[in-house]
Structures are given as structure tokens and as C-alpha cells.
């Protein structure tokens, strides 16, 4: 029997991992997904062996939302944009403020943060303003004639001018996942990470777990194992989902996320987007109200299901010069729309459901404004924004602005795929964990994920995911807490 028993091998359930069999414990992960050992795959097949629910995850409300996870050794790490950045200093001390503690703004969070950064982004990829991808230039070029601010990104790729395709499987070798470091560190200190192994139960006994029902998702065949500790590293909505299902603790904290809206944007000539549309730079100028503007992912079959409601002779046109076509994405954190995560105890089955709220919905149209002002002054001759059924074409500002003004909270097409703080790690009455990320009335349950962020990062989550893990397994080792 290990000592730990995680469940989730992706950004929090390895850095839990590599800190605990440093340290001296033995650790098993059991990880839901296959092992990806970079195939090369059609969108289709990334889409099936590494994403949840082939894609499609329904936080259901006014409007849907879809929010992508990974499903896979690696977790979300292994499909995502490979952006590491810390999160902003202030959200750091708001946190603190949360906790009442020095545990988040202090020179040792910082330090792991920049050792972890060096784990996972190439030497030569690092705060380097000229490594650009074309799509990203084309909007830093729009963003200079309005002097806004744009800031160069750290990235987990080593090499940009690539035809990558790393949403749904990244072949070529270049990116920096947690299998090419984190998971050979941790093999190398002893620690297993056992792939299609679904944990569908957890056994407890008084106030401790004491197994888990373990479902092979080839055979389906179940066992069960005992353990001494388990860590909840299953994602910002799986550990909450494994938390109600097993009745370990009958509510938990509303989601956060944020939100990105994509235009697709196409150009009188042949632009170099559909080379590389890796996320290179942020147009930062809005940060502050948590608004980030960026390049996204340029890949054929993605465009196809964008123009999914135009006429077929359009999607003829589109397509045959998609090479004049790119995709911008404005990520916005909402202030007042967050996500319920609820069991029916009638079909034992949870389900996430949001609503809109009013202020986020002109927040999202406000900038939606600036974002398509800055497309047409890149040059864009028609662009499609990102609503539902929307087969009309703007090929100007005032009628993209129009649009924008008349739409319906309904038909926007929002999507996300960064999700916190389900299972918030704060101060407050209602949090169901303590400051160590032990779950409450449980001596032997931790949560080390994303679920636990006190609030939303307004920033890339993973670097500050697995330095807070990183640093929170380190307080329980400082105070004695683990027993094993
Ligand atoms: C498409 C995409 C792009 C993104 N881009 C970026 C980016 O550029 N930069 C950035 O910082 N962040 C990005 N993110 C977000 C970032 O990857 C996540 O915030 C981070 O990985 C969350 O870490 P986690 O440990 O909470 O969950 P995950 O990394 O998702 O890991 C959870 C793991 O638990 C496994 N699991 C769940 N339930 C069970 C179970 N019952 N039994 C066994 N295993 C289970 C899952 O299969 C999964 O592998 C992106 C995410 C996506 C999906």
C-alpha cells in the first residue's frame, strides 16, 4: 500500500506527486485517461482518446456553455495552449487577504512558481518578445496602432513554426508536457502512474477513506484497493463531482472559469495564420477588468464547424481560402456569473448548470466591440462573431457593432476551458477544506487541484496550480500533518 493514493495525474495531481516522493513517501496515481504517446490524430481521434466526453461538457443554462477537459495521463496539460504565466500579484493578495495568511504573495511562492516555469518552458523560449507566431503577429500589429498594451508569453513548445495540432495531440514532440518532465521525475523517484483506471468509488470508515473501487475503462472489470491518505487531483469538476457522489461532503463551492468568445476573421490575401496560431502574445491593455486578447488554435476542421450555418456555397468559398482566414479569442473573466455544481439525489447524478448574469453579458459586449475593431484594423474583410446561428457575415465595423447590439444573451456561443475553485481553499464557513486542503470531517481526504484556487485566476491557471500544490503539500510536511 502507498502512502498517497492520487487520483488525477494532471497539472495538480503531478506536482502533488513529484513533491510528496521527494520528500521521502511513496505515491500510485490512478489517471482515468490513456497514456498519449504522441500519435498522430485526426480532430476526431484527439478529440475521443483525450478530451472528456469526446469535447463535450454542458454547463447548462441561458446560454450553453461547453467546457473542454482533458482526459489522459497528463490531464488537461497535454491538450491545452501551453501558456505558463504566474498569476497577477494582486489576485496573490487577495488571496492572503482570503486566508488571512502570508501563503500565496511571499518570495517562496514566487521561487517555486520560477523553478516550475523552468521545468516546463524551453530555455529558448523564454520572455523572448521575438519568438511570434504569425497569427499573434497579426494582432500585435493591430493592437501597436491603438498603443495598447501586448506582452510576450512563456511557452511550453519549443518550436513555434510548426503545423502543430497539440488540441488533440501534440506529434511532433513539441511540447514541453507533464510526460516529457514531471512524469519521467516522478517513475524515476518510484512513484507509478497506472493509465485507464477510472476511480468510481471511495470506501470510507468513520472519518477516514479507506478503499477505492477502481474501473479498468478498457474491460470494465472493478477491484478494490486500500489506502492510507488520498489526494483528490481529479480537475475543477470531476473532484467536486467525486465529492458529491460519494457523500463526502453534501454541497460544494460555486465554479469559476472564464469565458471565450472567437471570431473568425478572413483577409482580402493569403496570411501565414494556418503556419502557426500558438499563442505567442496577449494584448494585455484590459487585464485589470480580466480581459485578455489572443490568438487561437487556426486548424481546418475547426473552421469547418464554424461556419456550421452558412449556406454550402459560402463554406465552399470559405474553405478554399482558408488560408486568408484566422481566429482571434477574448477571454473574459465574468464578476458575477459563476456555476453551480449539484447533485439529484433522485438519479445519484451531478449536474453543472449558470446563468448569464446581466452585467457580465454587457461586459462580454463591450469588449467584444473592442476586440472586432481591432480585427477590421488588422486588415479583416468579413468576420463571422460567435453566435449561435449567425450566418450573416459582418464586412464592416458598423455591422459587426450592430450585431453586437441586438444579440440575445441566448444565442452567444461561449466556451470554456479554464474552470477553479469549486472546492475553494478560503477562509469562509462554507468552504469544505482547511487551510492544508484536507477535506473537512475527514482525517485522511486532501484536495490538490484547481478546484481549491480560492477564486478565479483571471490569468492562465496551470503554473499557479502547480505551484500552490507544490507549496501546500510542503505546510502539511512543516507542521506534521500527514500520518502515515
Ligand atoms: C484546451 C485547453 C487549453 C488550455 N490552455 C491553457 C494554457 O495555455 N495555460 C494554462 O495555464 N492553462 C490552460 N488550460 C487550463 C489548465 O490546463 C488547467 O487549469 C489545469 O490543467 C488544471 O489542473 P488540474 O490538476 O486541476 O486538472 P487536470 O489537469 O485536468 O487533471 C485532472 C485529471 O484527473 C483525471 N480524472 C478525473 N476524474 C478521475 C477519476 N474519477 N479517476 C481517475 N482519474 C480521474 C482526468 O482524466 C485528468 O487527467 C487549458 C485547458 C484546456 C482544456
Known sequence: MSDFTIIGSGAGGSSAALELLENGYSVEIFEEGINYNNEKNSVLQGLMSLWRNNGINLFHGSPILNFGEGKCVGGSTIINGGVIEPTNEKILELWDNILDENFFLNDEFIKISNEIKEKLVPENQQDDDNLISSSSEILLEAAKKKNYITKSTNLAFNNLRVN??????????????????YHIFIKNKGGTIISNSKVVDIIKKENAAEKITIENNKTKEKKEIKIKNLILSAGPTQTPKLILKNNLSNFVNNLNFHMNLKILCFYENEIESYKSSLLTHHVREFEKNGVLFMASNYIKPLIASYLNFQKSDNITEFMEVYKNGTIFNCQIQP??????????????????????????????????????????????KKILLPFENNSAISRSIDDAFNKIDTLKKKHL???????????????GDKNIINKFGLLKNFKNIYLMDSSIMPSNTGQHPQLTVMTMVKKLIQKNIENKKFKV
Open 164 to 181: 502543430h495540432n497539440s488540441p488533440f495531440g501534440c506529434s511532433d514532440n513539441s511540447k514541453n508536457s507533464l510526460d516529457k518532465n
Open 335 to 380: 464578476n458575477f456569473s459563476t456555476a453551480n455544481i449539484k447533485k439529484s439525489n433522485l438519479l445519484n447524478k451531478v449536474n453543472i448548470s449558470w446563468n448569464l448574469d446581466e452585467r457580465d453579458f454587457l461586459k462580454i459586449k463591450k469588449y467584444l466591440k473592442i476586440l472586432t475593431e481591432l480585427v477590421f484594423i488588422s486588415g479583416a
Open 413 to 427: 456561443e461561449i466556451t470554456s476551458v479554464h474552470a477553479m475553485s469549486s472546492c475553494s481553499l478560503n477562509n
